[in-house]
């Protein structure tokens, strides 16, 4: 490698396990645009011909260089590169000091100590940029020392005032100023100290940098006659071979790539600048040079953890804990190509979590405490935890506030400005006695193919999006977040988050908005959740923590086992040997609950529960059979007839399922097109008209299923289908048709059920809009409008109200309604309340009893 640095870069491509080509090197200040064009053909043609002895003075050099500068020949040193010049300067200048204003290039130092030469250092302060401080240098002069400066700096790339500089070196004319300009030319409209003719002030040079030819050591001075001919007489003779000699002297005459570079580089640096004060816990420093010295804050992994990372992922960075005034916090990057800079900054967007905004905007002195629970796997407990932990946190006097950055389920609720948000985040909410707060859920994900999703922040709508298009989205969602976040946890004493899915998982990580990244940025230490009951947890736990980084698993607190059935003492020995392998203890073993009494997050237990799964006694009993959809949404509208004892719940999903029903319930869908097909392909459709056509059952459509009972559903948007599709036809059960509108419907709403003639209560989410012909309204909202249809003999009805039967009083209505029907007599008064607060309590208290509160609050930094 004529043109590169080839043992070194070898030796960190074997650090990295990989080929040098496959080593991205951030660690070398070298010229991303590469060698001048022709100079391979320079180099090329020198070592094919015969190979002269080097011209001894370098003569054609030094009268390049010159003439650049407007000085004279017997001015210009080359040497075998800068550090060869800056080890032989202590003693061509023959000082007994050097003061060198810290952090800086460490030869400085090191070339000093080896001849003799007592270094004291200046220490530099980086809430100023590293800017020399001029008046500590001057009270450290006495006239029989050299000061050394980079101009600009290495590391931090920062200028100092030649103004400052040269006012010193005129008061103080026996002390030499050694000014080293090894990456000046990357500075545009930089001009050399040099050309100020100091006596007592040298410039180093170095051309390697530059002009990327760092296999090609070739460095020189600007001096005064009399220091150049001391320095050169420092040297050995040939230290400048043929081959440098002809490359310097052809780069001095290349303008128009040194004027390209200064633009490139400087677009690149303020890119890369930019991209990197925008990752959590990194503090850049504006830099003019073709590199950028960053700061790492304390709470998160150091910089050579963060290197090892990275070199284990082929990028290389040079952690600059060596340097002195610097720490294991600092590292510093070269600026490289608009792709390597790129993938720079995804590794560290996947380290460190994704960039939103600007770090200094970002970050709060004073973040509130907060928690955070993640799980293994989906389904673990994680809302069910989360809703107990804020229960637990209100009854010790804290106010307590939920949230959960991303959540995808057809589950969701309407607030009272008319938000949408998830259902689990709803129960949170009231976990710690708050109205519903779309800020608790920033961003909702309600699925309506298996690769697309209407995506709602904020509780509006923005738009439908497959996988691709909502990664492409994801940075402007996190910003939406974490402003939601920042606002909602300005108002609570303490946060309590939840994650989504697991955060090991490999191939979401690099665009995660929900898991780590959420808990970096709300600083939160992280409860890692399994779920025993599905085996495997203590593995589940090994295997996550060994798939996080280590800034990640530097996050993570410990453990909660959850769900167990059985004797917590036989599980000892797993929680111990999890805690040698991962160095983290267990908090607690939840028991498995049954009949929580909470609505659930999401469709999984709904679609894993078996045909019927509450039994009513023989004969005294009605059946209510709820159809399950593919895209069923808002589930939990059945959560209420659960604790009804004279109700046997049955989940319907095939049409033999349907026989001996008393009442068929269709539910939401979010997409209803599909969901119709489905029902028809299955044979429910046929089954349910036959019921129907009989009069063997009452049939209640919400939402998606009014809809469904309807004579055509059309949606000329494409909101839930392919564009130009031709309206589907319902079920004909009543005589209404509905059209999807790009306008979602969200409101809460005070009703009446005009059959019983009972105020309800409840709330919509629909783009459809139905019209009815001439058919009565089966509900109709207080300010008139109906928000149902009925058949005229009351046994078909179809409403956009969800929450219709948390209504206590309407469903024993409804229920009583059937066992007349059935030949039962009503029971007339209320049989059960649904009320979720008793059930909050019960929870909290047993999630209480069986986790180290006082620990995990330790954790919070709250006691």
Same mark, same amino acid.
């Given at each position: ?28 200040? #070298? ?85 003799? *030469? ?18 500590? =240098? ?8 050299? =000061? ?9 790339? @920062?200028?100092?005032?030649?103004? &400052? ?52 050591? !070739? ?29 310097? @002297? ?17 677009? !690149? ?115 069910? !935890? ?75 709508? *923005? ?12 940075? $402007? ?34 665009? %995660? ?20 009951? $599905? ?48 160095? !983290? ?27 019927? @799964? ?17 895209? #069923? ?60 056509? &009989? ?19 059309? %949606? ?62 089966? *509900? ?14 009351? $046994? #078909? ?67």
């Amino acid at each position: 490698m004529v043109f590169g640095h080839g043992g070194f870069v070898s030796a960190l491509a074997d650090a990295a396990g990989c080929g040098v080509g496959d080593l991205v090197d951030f660690s070398a200040n #070298i010229n991303p645009l590469g060698p001048p064009e022709g100079l391979r053909t320079l180099v090329a043609a020198h070592l094919g011909g015969v190979v002269h002895y080097p011209d001894p003075t370098c003569r054609a050099l030094r009268a390049a260089i010159a003439g650049q500068f407007g000085v004279a020949p017997a001015q210009v040193v080359p040497g075998n590169g800068s550090t060869e010049l800056i080890y032989a300067l202590p003693g061509a200048l023959g000082v007994r000091r050097a003061v060198i204003p810290v952090p800086s290039y460490s030869d400085y130092a090191v070339a000093a100590e080896r001849a003799g *030469v007592a270094v004291e250092t200046v220490p530099l302060d980086f809430g100023r940029g590293f800017a020399v401080d001029w008046d500590a =240098v001057a009270n450290r002069l006495r006239g029989d020392e050299m =000061v050394v400066v980079g101009q600009p700096s290495n590391p931090a790339g @920062t200028l100092c005032d030649p103004t &400052a500089l040269l006012d010193l070196a005129d008061r103080y004319p026996r002390s030499w100023f050694v000014v080293d300009e090894a990456f000046a030319d990357f500075v545009p409209g930089y001009g050399s100290m040099a050309v100020y003719g100091r006596p007592n002030v040298v410039v180093l040079r170095s051309m390697t940098k530059f002009y990327a030819i760092p296999g090609i050591r !070739l460095g020189y001075t600007l001096s005064d006659e009399a220091v150049a001919r001391q320095l050169a007489g420092q040297l050995p003779p040939w230290s400048v071979g043929t081959l440098a000699q002809a490359v310097g @002297t052809a780069m001095v005459a290349e303008d128009a790539y040194g004027a390209r570079t200064r633009v490139e580089v400087t677009r !690149l640096r303020q890119a890369l600048y930019e991209g990197l004060a925008a990752l959590p816990g990194l503090h850049p420093l504006p830099s003019v040079a073709n590199y950028i010295l960053v700061r790492m804050a304390p709470a998160d992994m150091d910089a050579r953890d963060l290197a090892r990372v990275l070199l284990m992922r082929h990028v290389a960075i040079r952690v600059c804990d060596n340097y002195a005034g610097l720490d294991r916090h600092f590292f510093r990057v070269a600026v490289r190509t608009a792709e390597e800079n790129a993938r720079l900054l995804g590794l560290l967007s996947e380290v460190l979590g994704p960039a939103d905004r600007p770090a200094t905007a970002r970050r709060r002195p004073q973040p509130t405490p907060a928690v955070m629970f993640q799980g293994v796997s989906s389904n673990a407990g994680k809302s069910v !935890l989360t809703a107990a932990f804020c229960r637990i946190l209100l009854q010790d006097g804290y106010r307590v506030a939920p949230f959960k950055a991303q959540n995808m389920s057809l589950n969701s609720f309407v607030t009272r400005d008319g938000g949408e948000m998830g259902r689990a985040q709803v129960v949170q909410a009231r976990a710690c006695r708050l109205d519903p707060d779309v800020r608790m859920n920033p961003v909702l994900l309600k699925p309506n193919s298996e690769t697309g999703s209407q995506v709602i922040v904020l509780g509006r709508p *923005v738009g439908n999006m497959d996988v691709d298009r909502y990664i492409d989205y994801k940075p $402007r969602a996190f910003a939406a977040v974490c402003d939601a976040y920042d606002a909602l946890a300005a108002e609570a004493d303490v946060m309590v988050l939840e994650g989504a899915g697991s955060p090991a998982e490999v191939n979401l990580k690099h665009h %995660d908005i929900v898991n780590m990244a959420m808990a970096r940025h709300a600083r939160a230490p992280v409860l890692l959740v399994g779920d025993i009951d $599905r085996g495997g947890v203590f593995a589940s736990f090994v295997g996550t923590m060994e798939l996080l980084n280590e800034a990640e698993r530097h996050m993570m607190v410990g453990f909660v086992i959850n769900r167990f059935r059985g004797k917590q003492a036989l599980l000892g020995d797993a929680m111990d040997h999890t805690a040698r392998h991962t160095g !983290l203890p267990t908090f607690g073993v939840v028991p498995y609950i049954p009949d929580l009494g909470l609505p659930e997050e999401d469709s999984v237990s709904f679609k894993s529960e078996s045909q019927a @799964t509450v039994k009513a006694a023989d004969g005294h009993g009605v059946i209510i059979a709820v159809v399950d959809l593919p895209h #069923i949404s808002n589930f939990t509208d059945i959560d209420p007839l659960r604790i009804e004892p004279d109700v046997n719940l049955r989940i319907v999903r095939t049409a033999a399922d349907l026989d001996a029903a008393d009442a068929v319930i269709l539910p939401g869908s979010k997409n209803v097109l599909g969901d119709m097909d489905h029902l028809h392909a299955n044979g429910v459709a046929r089954r349910v008209l036959e019921l129907a056509r &009989a009069g063997a059952a009452t049939i209640v459509g919400i939402c998606g299923g009014l809809q469904m009972l309807g004579d055509a559903i059309g %949606d000329p948007l494409a909101i839930e289908s392919t564009a130009g599709a031709a309206p589907v036809p319902g079920l004909g059960l009543l005589a209404v048709r509905t059209v999807l509108a790009s306008e979602k419907t969200l409101r809460l709403v005070q009703a009446r059920h005009a059959a019983s003639g009972l105020s309800i209560q409840g709330y919509e989410i629909h783009h459809g809009q139905t019209a009815g012909d001439g058919l009565p309204p089966a *509900v109709v909202r207080d300010d008139g409008a109906p928000v149902g249809f009925a058949s005229t003999d009351g $046994r #078909i009805f179809g409403t956009y109200l969800h929450g219709l039967f948390d209504n206590d009083a309407f469903r024993r209505w409804f229920i009583d309604d059937l066992r007349r029907r059935r030949g039962l007599a009503p029971l007339g008064a209320v049989q059960a309340r649904y009320d979720i607060e008793p059930a909050l309590d019960r929870l909290a208290a047993i999630v209480r009893a069986n986790l180290d509160v006082a620990a995990i609050y330790r954790c919070m930094g709250l006691r």
